[in-house]
């Protein structure tokens, strides 16, 4: 098949244009190669044999003939920092939105179009994840974003209407949008361009939500996503790690290899109409045991630092309820987190040191008021 990938030297476009290329396929990847993400002087390695289009994704629509006779569209390129999305809004809409727009036009102008366009999508569509209350396991409750006050007042758990505590519990798909940033925003409106366009456009959209992706070949330079690769950097520069909140946040990390198997299984799997399927782990882990975990498996001896800082718009819990990916796609997670950060500390010890740029990237958020403490 041939088939487009959209973001194809980012992180996870370039593990999949892999996968594909290892099955056969006729992979065409076009990637802008940011600087933010690729450095300055980009240096590309391409899936062997896959075809390179250095192209932005708004350019798409003018540019037809690549989407032209491909079976299926990957979608991925975009801008992916949370936190940096609260600043830099235009950005954000312009590449999430108004690219995802210029693929549809590209696809309505192609003569023969894709049969699927699989886009990946985030689990922070959702806002917070689910939880219950205590003694009411069947009734799934989505807690409002956390206050700025909340935050100021170290409030870190969200609680229930009448104050209660809560318990997270697995996020199943069917929880409402409720985003938290501008980029959570833009990956919901992204789904809802797709969905509208799908059927007009003969095509099947295919959303993932993706959780926590980290594993090799993530980029060791963006200050603004990845926390996996950010601690790494500092660390194997004796840096201190500075944990946010009390450290008791949690998220679901998934290896770039189980993600895989979710987007190539994607293309031939019998879907319905309107299919939206979580990725992930399946389980929470807290940042304080993720960074025990990453020191111990990189052998790296330096402070860990619970600040007590937080970032408006972050969210406390959400991990995966993996039931649709099973029965529609029989996925299961295979990379466990020990086996993947292992991979990772040895992929990532072999490359070059980045200055670090995460202090900055805080500062830039402490000036616009969107990080405290
Ligand atoms: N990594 C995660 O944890 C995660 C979680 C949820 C969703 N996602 C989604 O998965 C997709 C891929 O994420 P990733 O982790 O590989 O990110 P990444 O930043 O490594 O890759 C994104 C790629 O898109 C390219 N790109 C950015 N703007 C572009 C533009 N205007 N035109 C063309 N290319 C452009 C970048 O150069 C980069 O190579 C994104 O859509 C992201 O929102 C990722």
Redesign the pocket.
């Known amino acids: 098949m041939k088939i487009v990938v959209?973001?194809?030297?980012?992180?996870?476009?370039?593990a999949l244009g892999r996968r594909l290329r290892g099955l056969g396929h006729d992979v065409v990847l076009?990637?802008?190669?940011?600087t933010?993400?690729?450095g300055a002087l980009p240096q590309v390695v391409l899936p062997e044999g896959a075809t390179f289009f250095r192209?932005?994704?708004?350019d798409l629509a003018r540019n037809p003939e690549l989407i032209e006779g491909c079976e299926a569209v990957y979608?991925?390129?975009?801008?992916?920092g949370t936190a940096q999305s609260m600043y830099r809004v235009q950005d954000y809409v312009?590449?999430?939105e108004l690219?995802t727009a210029a693929l549809i036009e590209a696809i309505a102008a192609a003569d023969r179009k894709p049969k699927r366009v699989i886009?990946?999508?985030?689990?922070?569509v959702y806002g917070e994840g689910a939880y219950v209350a205590p003694g009411r396991p069947d009734v799934l409750i989505q807690p409002s974003p956390r206050t700025p006050e909340q935050l100021a007042a170290n409030a870190w758990e969200p609680v229930g209407a009448d104050g209660s505590a809560l318990q997270a519990v697995p996020t199943p798909e069917n929880l409402p949008f409720f985003p938290g940033s501008i980029?959570a925003a833009t990956?919901a409106s992204q789904e809802l361009l797709l969905r509208a366009a799908g059927p007009a456009l003969g095509f099947k959209p295919v959303i993932f939500?993706?959780?926590?992706?980290?594993g090799e070949g993530?980029?060791l330079q963006?200050p603004y996503?990845?926390i996996i690769s950010i601690f790494f950097n500092r660390a194997r520069q004796g840096m201190e790690i500075p944990v946010y909140e009390d450290g008791l946040e949690s998220r679901d990390f998934v290896h770039v290899d189980d993600i895989v198997d979710g987007l190539v299984a994607a293309l031939d799997a019998d879907l319905p109409d309107g299919v939206v399927m979580n990725l992930g782990a399946g389980a929470p882990t807290t940042v304080l045991d993720l960074v025990h975990q990453l020191l111990a498996s990189g052998g790296f001896d330096v402070p860990v630092r619970v600040t007590g800082q937080y970032r408006v718009g972050d969210i406390r819990h959400c991990f995966a309820d993996l039931t649709e990916a099973r029965r529609l796609l029989g996925f299961e997670p295979r990379v466990s987190l020990a086996d993947g950060l292992s991979r990772f500390c040895v992929w990532a010890g072999s490359q070059p040191v980045h200055v670090d740029k995460s202090e900055q990237a805080a500062a830039e958020l402490r000036a616009r008021k969107l990080m405290g403490a």
């Open positions: 959209t973001g194809g030297l980012g992180f996870i476009g370039q076009v990637d802008s190669l940011t933010q993400i690729h192209m932005d994704v708004r979608h991925l390129a975009a801008e992916t312009g590449v999430n690219g886009l990946a999508s985030s689990r922070s980029y990956k939500r993706f959780q926590n992706v980290y993530q980029s963006n996503t990845g």
